[in-house]
């Protein structure tokens, strides 16, 4: 056995250059990640990103085509997954039908010989509160219950790197969001690094220190969460974590810290630092709970910027928020959430409306502009059903 | 309520049949299923009752006609001698059989679910092939293949042709298990810091189990009751279905009636103490659950 | 259960991703035995079928050569048994199908909120394989001979002319061939039908479709592999068999089928080029009739 002793911390993992081609396609391609040591990061993507082949790959369950892995400064790309201090919380958590719990926390220290197997395993159930349960067989077990024993199973190891493979996926929503405050705070408890793969970008964002977005094989961008949300860097990101209003116009005018852009006849102000590209055609965006929306069209200032006049299309009433879709003339549609001060919502269907927001809220994307979606008033779903209700609509007051 | 019952009323609720017919079909559907499915089964068991009740019988030489209920063939089974000789041939043939042929189609089974290798579809033919041909041909062909090569038939050829037969059925018997089996399980012990080895005997083995068991009774039951292939390769030897063919012409002696009875009571024991403690298990796990 | 083995095609496949040694390990015992007695038997049938005479004359004494006329002469010859195997095979596979569904419908789908009930059942169809199959067909031969009760009844009642037989007939055949496949069918039958959802069939009568459109547009469709695998379990043994038909149990003289043929000419008449040649035929017939069946119901992921 490799790795006879416990990790006296979680330890850094780094991927060089990393690519795994299976026959037919490539997962991952050319992937280089640095997860500094006791963090808690989380690779965020949709289904079919590779961000499931990386989590296989760091365990030793794949092997790389290329590239180098190294978790705490040792290269571990050709050894077995038994040899590297790595353990998984599965996404099915594969728990073994045939052992009860204890068997199972026990599984790992049994194998590799360490004196008080069961002891330190019951020790790693009181952590997840299950003790009680030690002598039943999985099948016995809730899913939440089966999940939290995958989790003392792999942690009670000590691994340097505890990987998570959306481990909590299988939950209902409930027990999901209880499940990631105690996986927070059993992290910070252990101080282990952890590596947690997910589609679901709400869990990424309350969980992880650092969140990396993945998309076809590749990283899109990475870092703190309000960061990759407040300045997503291509169109992916900005509408795979939450939603955003996303513009495409020439750059008319530039000054020292901001540049204008040209969107359907109106300036669009972005400041510089918050825009990656500044000449030519760019990409801009906006969060749609930072847009206010005005009955009266505002007065333009240089703090704001204003689209419109347009006509909300639908409204949409979810308590605290309402959402409106509203099209503006030559631009599609925008999407605002804007809260419910008042009874109901502020604006009818069919009202004209302005949106404006602040310069300091826009972005600008990196992406070359032909890749950013550019919504035009025909493509759009929601435009496309208000417009045949209100056909609809009409046919039947004609009749 | 049945499915029927299920579909009748939802059907019936769509309102275009009348109100009779409604009725009509309800009870057609509740009633004449489970009726059916009784005389069925009944009828399935009809032999197999006959073969039970002759072997009390109080026969002379042939064992046709009803002369009365007696034991002596229970307690004496040995007193037809060939009878004993050939059932304990079969138990011999078909415990070497099941052995070879289990251990033989399960690495078989594994390699096909778990591994990537070249000629895949002609080895899935291969496996195929004997299930799909008649055992009339598989019997002359071996038998065939033993006299070209001069090899003298016996209680060893029924084996090697035994074997043959069952390799197939343990594939499809053990591949079901092993696709059922998550492939996380297994990574899970990689994970947990367990060789190969250990994984193989630890996880992979006790879960494949079952299959494994089921594969192997029926590779004893296909051996143990297998005439045709056994007629062709077998020379002077004689098993169990062998011996009832030979005095079929002759009367078959009540004693053939009590083994097969014995093994048919001794499989079906089996087979629902299984069923029963497979039931008592879920109950069990649904009460805790 | 190896009786669907005949309709993995909604089975999930796994993706096997590792290549190694190990595999190889793992198949070569196997399949170099499966080539040994089973592919080279083969083989060995085909140069027998082919054989001529020895020049000695002695019987059973064979030399190699090309002697095509072996199968000319082997189907003029039993034109009649061949003829007949697949006649007898047909009927008792459609006899067997239409005995089975409804037993397999209500043990999959009828009986499931009862397992033990379903487990009960699924023990007695597969009883008859627990007692010597050659016992239950001498069963059946008591229970039809002339002084059973059975005939006497059916005489008495004027059933049955007085002098009539049921056994030595070619309905005591198919009888027999029926009954000994049945389990065959049935349990194909019950694997497909267990696996029906039955929401498909309350969507369908939600879509207006009355109980007997139900199950012919949805139930038989989505059973349709355990048909086709029980169609193949039953009509391959049935076509090879010989025990039923033979004279020693339900058979007669006109009922003798390809397997008696070949089962007389390998062990009694020695003339194993006939025999080689019969089974030869045979097997190219079933096996272009199981191709040709199984391409046409679409399930073609064989095992």
């Known amino acids: 056995m490799a790795t006879a002793a416990f990790a006296e911390a979680g330890a850094d993992l780094e991927l060089v250059g990393v690519h795994k081609r299976f026959p037919g396609f490539t997962a991952i391609e050319d992937l280089s990640l640095t997860i500094p040591a006791g963090s808690f990061f989380a690779l965020l993507g949709p289904s079919g990103c590779g961000k499931t082949t990386t989590l296989r790959l760091v365990a030793g369950l794949e092997e790389a085509t290329a590239g180098r892995i190294l978790i705490g400064g040792k290269d571990v790309t050709d050894t077995k997954p038994f040899q590297r201090p790595v353990n998984t919380v599965f996404q099915s958590y594969a728990l073994f039908p045939h052992m009860s719990i204890i068997e199972n926390v026990a599984f790992g220290l049994r194998r590799r010989r360490i004196a008080d197997a069961t002891a330190k395993a019951h020790e790693a159930l009181s952590l997840v509160e299950l003790d009680h349960l030690a002598t039943r067989r999985p099948s016995q077990l809730s899913g939440g219950q089966q999940q939290r024993v995958a989790l003392a199973r792999a942690i009670v190891n000590r691994p340097a790197l505890l990987l998570l493979d959306e481990p909590l996926g299988a939950l209902d929503l409930k027990l999901r969001r209880q499940m990631q405050l105690e996986l927070k705070s059993i992290q910070e408890e252990v101080g282990l690094t952890f590596l947690h793969v997910t589609h679901d970008q709400e869990e990424a964002m309350t969980m992880a220190d650092t969140v990396a977005v993945m998309n076809k094989g590749q990283i899109e961008q990475l870092g703190a969460p309000e960061v990759l949300y407040e300045l997503p860097r291509t169109a992916f990101v900005a509408n795979f974590l939450g939603q955003s209003n996303l513009f495409t116009g020439p750059v008319a005018d530039t000054t020292a810290d901001s540049i204008s852009v040209n969107i359907a006849g109106s300036k669009i102000v972005v400041p510089r630092a918050r825009a990656k590209r500044h000449s030519g055609q760019v990409t801009i965006g906006v969060r749609p709970e930072k847009l206010s929306l005005h009955l009266t069209a505002p007065e333009k200032t240089a703090e704001t910027n204003v689209l419109g006049p347009g006509r909300v299309i639908d409204v949409s009433f979810s308590g605290v928020s309402s959402q409106y879709i509203v099209a503006v003339p030559g631009l599609g549609s925008i999407i605002v959430f804007a809260q419910n001060m008042g009874a109901g919502p502020m604006a009818p269907e069919g009202a004209e409306t302005w949106v404006s927001w602040k310069v300091e809220h826009g972005f600008g994307l990196e992406d070359e502009a032909s890749a950013a979606p550019r919504f035009t008033a025909d493509d759009d779903t929601a435009t496309i059903a208000v417009q045949k209700k209100r056909a609809l609509m009409s046919e039947l007051e004609e009749a | ?289 | ?303």
């Open chain 2, 1 to 289: 309520m049945t499915v029927q019952e299920g579909l009748v009323i939802a059907s019936a609720a769509d309102a275009p049949h009348p109100p009779r017919a409604r009725r009509a079909q309800f009870s057609l559907g509740s009633w004449l299923l489970p009726v059916y499915t009784a005389l069925a089964l009944i009828f399935l068991l009809i032999p197999i009752a006959y073969t039970f009740v002759f072997s009390f019988n109080n026969s002379l030489k042939s064992n046709i006609s009803w002369r009365g209920f007696t034991l002596d063939n229970w307690t004496n089974v040995c007193n037809a001698q060939d009878v004993c000789a050939a059932f304990g041939n079969s138990i011999l043939i078909g415990v070497v059989a099941t052995v070879v042929a289990t251990a033989l189609g399960t690495a078989i089974a594994i390699a096909l679910v778990r591994y990537r290798f070249r000629f895949r579809s002609a080895i899935s033919l291969l496996l195929f092939l004997p299930m799909a041909t008649p055992e009339v041909v598989l019997g002359a062909g071996l038998a065939s293949e033993f006299l070209g090569a001069g090899v003298q038939k016996g209680i060893g050829t029924i084996i090697v042709a035994h074997i043959m037969f069952c390799i197939s059925f343990v594939v499809v018997t053990v591949k079901a298990r092993v696709s059922s089996l998550d492939p996380a399980l297994e990574e899970a012990g990689r994970d947990l810091y367990g060789s190969p080895a250990q994984v193989f005997w630890r996880i992979t083995f006790p879960l494949l189990l079952p299959g494994i068991i089921a594969a192997a009774l029926l590779s004893f039951a296909l051996s143990f009751d297998d005439f045709i292939i056994t007629s062709f390769n077998s020379g002077s030897a004689t098993t169990f279905p062998k011996f009832v063919y030979i005095s079929a012409a002759r009367g078959i002696p009540a004693e053939a009636n009590v083994i097969a009875s014995a093994v048919f009571l001794l499989a079906i024991v089996l087979v629902i103490g299984q069923q029963v403690t497979a039931a008592s298990r879920r109950k069990r796990l649904t009460r805790v659950g």
């Open chain 3, 1 to 303: 259960m190896a009786f669907s083995a005949f309709a993995t095609g909604t089975a999930r496949e796994q993706v096997p991703r590792r290549k190694s040694r190990v595999a190889l390990l793992l198949l070569l015992p196997g399949i170099l035995y499966l080539v040994l007695f089973f592919l080279v038997p083969l083989v060995s049938l085909v140069i027998t079928s082919l054989q001529a005479p020895s020049a000695f004359g002695d019987v059973g004494s064979y030399q190699t050569a090309f002697n095509w006329n072996n199968y000319v002469v082997s189907i003029t010859q039993y034109g009649d048994q061949i003829v007949r195997s697949f006649f007898y095979a047909v009927l008792a596979t459609v006899f067997a199908l239409l005995f089975s569904y409804p037993l397999a419908y209500f043990i999959g789908v009828t009986a499931r909120p009862w397992p033990l009930l379903q487990n009960l059942m699924l023990v007695l169809v597969i009883a008859p394989f627990f007692i010597s199959f050659l016992l239950r067909t001498l069963a059946w031969k008591s229970l039809l001979s002339d002084e059973s009760g059975f005939v006497t009844g059916l005489k008495a009642l004027s059933l049955l002319a007085p002098d009539a037989h049921i056994t030595g007939t070619p309905v005591a055949v198919v009888f027999g061939l029926t009954y000994n496949f049945i389990p065959f069918m049935t349990l194909p039958l019950y694997a497909a039908l267990e696996r029906l959802d039955t929401q498909y069939l309350e969507a369908g009568s939600d879509l207006y479709a009355r109980p007997s459109t139900v199950f012919r547009k949805v139930t038989i469709p989505l059973s349709m592999p355990g048909i086709v695998s029980g169609v193949l379990l039953t009509f391959i043994p049935a076509a090879g068999d010989y025990v039923n038909a033979s004279r020693e149990f339900l058979g007669g003289t006109g009922t003798a089928m390809m397997g008696n043929v070949i089962e007389s000419n390998f062990l009694i008449l020695l003339n194993y080029p006939a025999a080689a040649s019969l089974s030869i035929i045979l097997m190219v017939v079933i096996l272009a009739i199981v191709t040709a069946y199984v391409r046409r119901s679409g399930t073609e992921d064989l095992l």
